[in-house]
């Protein structure tokens, strides 16, 4: 992974960095009405090489013709969404050539793609710009989500007051409501609003020399507040309701979702569901528009985990009811078949996310696909014969296939889905992929992927890297251009991805075993594959290293200061005092439904910083607000003044501390990602493999 020295093409795009960040990455996906187009993203390097740019592609559904671009920009393309007669609306901040000010920075606007190939122009804008777009399928209604200034009255105010914020460059936010931030981004003063138009025959048509018309965008939720936030509002398909969860502030900071209506005509707001119990989110209306399907979690607490369930009610409400209620998953994407009496939904399961079929009537539960992978933006034929999604799984990246669901569902067996021609083909990998599993303490089966190098044998056996990962409510189950282990797996390293207690996709009492006791089960689960794996011959138990990120750096932390087994540790926006994390998180309500303060106690890292003896590389960046740079700040603080490896007399450390001003949880620009791995690549190589001196691997020279 270092800066290539020769022009020779690397073995595969893993040897290579600068070959790893320049492969093309699919996301979403979209069927016509017809059945005839699907339409995805694909992400690519800008000129510069330090941003990824987004155009939307076309591929072909019966699989006959090579996939071609259909849009081109350096502002990107995205929210693609097909209107009843086939026309293509997205977003983009390309330039408008109507814009009033063409020299203004421009926003995300709505544009159409005509379907008979006329060149694109723009329908719709909002001096905040426009996103998350939806269709009615059976009428020309389009909604779109933009932010508004809450002592706005009208639109023009709205651009005026965010003109004169930005102009006179104030930045600051008064706020009487929690949260305050999320994720890697403060939120207000503005907040999402649902604006819904009509696709009228003068914007479907325009005429010469005249400007092109524009929807007449209007606000159906002028009073949103912050109700709207992080939610995905839908149409009904006859485009008169507007359904969508519904944020509110309740007592002490806490933060509940109901499920609501919206009549478009009138803005008339009604409550669907409200469950003192559970939150409500990710709305879907029924092609026969009779049904709303939609997600249930359990509020939490610290001793009973929450629990994902899918539940339908009639949109005109009454009683709810639960579908597969006997199905010990957590379903995760759906979509509702055409016919209104069932959908396809995918869940992880057995570190895979395959898609099942839930039977309305009855909520049965059966299984549709057999391969060994994740699959996402699952779209139905009009006739609900076929699916189309995107496959993923650590042997390849997201690409487009087809599902046989007559097959699999008039068969009675799980099917395998059929590759589609993607705009670019899947890379080489520069190893295998294999399955580890071992019995915990406690009798629980455990499972990981293990990602090998080519070559290692008993002979030469590889060191090893135990990858930790995340959430902690997740699987190692889908391809990560993030987190990606055939990066380390081209230096000669095996890459075990474990799911240990608190992973989905093994039950529920499989995640109920690790919840408010992060530091038993999930570490326990983690040794015992971790032993299981080193009896391999093929692997060199001498020479091993952990790491891990977010949770997985939790766990990174609580590795170091229970074993000295490992070489050295990686930990990336770690948690390390939870009494410290839980007040300062971007979601604290959230948090304090998951531990007590005697639980997180007990279960913080930081307790245990004189029992580290091993180098520990820490990396965090200065705007990740979901694990707050506090606590890597007061990680390295604590490495080098109270662990068992600390400081020297002349202030030499083996640790190190890779700090980003400008980046978030998840180090997202192409450069920053290169100088990460690069960094992980030479901490490793000097503490796992012993190369130091005229051997050893140097950090990045960019980083001064």
Do not use: C
């Not at 290579?16 to 694909?42: E, H, M, Q």
């Not at 650590?394 to 068969?411: F, K, M, N, Q, T």
């Not at 003896?613 to 200065?622: A, E, F, K, S």
């Amino acid at each position: 992974m270092s800066e290539p020295t020769t022009p020779d093409v690397p073995a595969t795009p893993f040897h290579d960095l600068d070959a790893y960040i320049a492969l093309p990455r699919l996301g979403g996906l979209r069927l016509s009405p017809d059945g005839t187009r699907l339409v995805t993203a694909v992400q690519t390097l800008d000129r510069k090489r330090t941003a990824w740019v987004t155009a939307l592609w076309e591929v072909d559904p019966a699989g006959e013709k090579p996939a071609r671009r259909l849009t081109r920009s350096a502002k990107s393309e995205s929210s693609a969404a097909f209107t009843p007669s086939g026309d293509l609306l997205f977003t983009s901040a390309r330039p408008d050539p109507d814009a009033e000010d063409p020299d203004a920075d421009p926003k995300a606007a709505l544009w159409l793609l005509p379907a008979d190939g006329a060149e694109a122009r723009v329908v719709a804008s909002r001096a905040s710009g426009v996103g998350g777009v939806q269709v009615a399928t059976d009428a020309p209604t389009v909604l779109v989500v933009s932010d508004v200034l809450p002592s706005a009255a009208d639109d023009e105010a709205d651009a005026r007051i965010a003109k004169e914020r930005k102009d006179k460059k104030v930045a600051a936010i008064l706020h009487d409501s929690y949260p305050i931030r999320y994720w890697d981004h403060d939120l207000g003063p503005a907040t999402p609003h649902a604006f819904v138009a009509t696709v009228s025959d003068e914007v479907a048509a325009p005429v010469a020399g005249e400007r092109d018309p524009r929807l007449e965008l209007r606000d159906v939720t002028p009073d949103a507040a912050g109700a709207l936030r992080e939610q995905h509002p839908v149409l009904t398909p006859d485009g008169r309701t507007v359904v969508t969860s519904w944020g509110r502030n309740v007592a002490r900071g806490n933060v509940r979702t109901d499920l609501v209506t919206i009549d478009v005509a009138t803005g008339e707001r009604a409550v669907l569901v409200s469950d003192p119990d559970a939150d409500l989110g990710d709305p879907l209306v029924s092609p026969d528009g009779r049904w709303v399907a939609y997600s249930r979690e359990t509020l939490s607490t610290p001793h009973d985990a929450p629990r994902y369930e899918l539940w339908v009610v009639a949109l005109t409400g009454g009683e709810p009811r639960r579908l597969g209620a006997d199905w010990d998953r957590w379903p995760g994407a759906k979509v509702w078949l055409p016919t209104s009496d069932g959908l396809v939904v995918v869940a992880d399961d057995d570190g895979r996310a395959p898609m099942f079929h839930v039977e309305l009537s009855s909520g049965a539960v059966t299984r549709l696909t057999s391969d060994d992978a994740a699959f996402a933006d699952v779209q139905v034929a009009p006739d609900g014969r076929t699916a189309y999604a995107l496959r993923t799984s650590y042997e390849a990246p997201a690409h487009p296939v087809r599902i046989d669901l007559a097959a699999a569902l008039e068969g009675g067996a799980p099917v395998a889905a059929t590759p589609l021609p993607a705009p670019a083909p899947l890379p080489a990998l520069p190893g295998r992929l294999e399955e580890v599993e071992t019995t915990a303490e406690d009798g629980s089966r455990v499972r990981a992927w293990l990602a090998l190098p080519e070559g290692a044998s008993a002979d030469d056996p590889a060191p090893f890297l135990l990858w930790i990962h995340g959430g902690p409510l997740g699987s190692w189950n889908a391809w990560s251009w993030r987190w990606n282990p055939w990066l380390l797996v081209a230096q000669g390293y095996a890459v075990l991805l474990p799911d240990p207690a608190l992973s989905t996709g093994y039950g529920q009492e499989f995640i109920q075993r690790g919840w408010g006791a992060w530091g038993k089960a999930p570490y326990t689960d983690l040794m015992a594959v971790t032993d299981a794996a080193l009896q391999r011959p093929d692997l060199d138990e001498t020479r091993t290293a952990a790491m891990g990120g977010s949770f997985g750096g939790y766990m990174a932390n609580w590795v170091a200061g229970h074993t000295d087994r490992f070489r050295a540790i990686v930990t990336h926006a770690s948690l390390w005092a939870l009494d410290q994390f839980g007040p300062t998180t971007d979601a604290s309500y959230y948090w304090q439904r998951e531990m007590t303060p005697e639980m997180a106690l007990e279960n913080s890292p930081h307790r245990f910083v004189g029992d580290i003896v091993t180098p520990m590389l820490v990396i965090h960046g200065d705007k990740d607000y979901r694990v707050p740079i506090g606590e890597g700040l007061r990680l390295w603080y604590e490495l080098l003044a109270d662990s068992g490896l600390p400081a020297d007399d002349e202030g030499r450390t083996p640790h190190r501390f890779l700090y980003f001003p400008d980046e978030n949880h998840w180090i997202l620009t192409p450069q920053h990602a290169k100088v990460w791995y690069q960094t992980v690549e030479a901490f490793l190589a000097t503490h796992v493999l012993g190369r130091t001196g005229d051997d050893a691997v140097a950090y990045p020279e960019v980083l001064g």
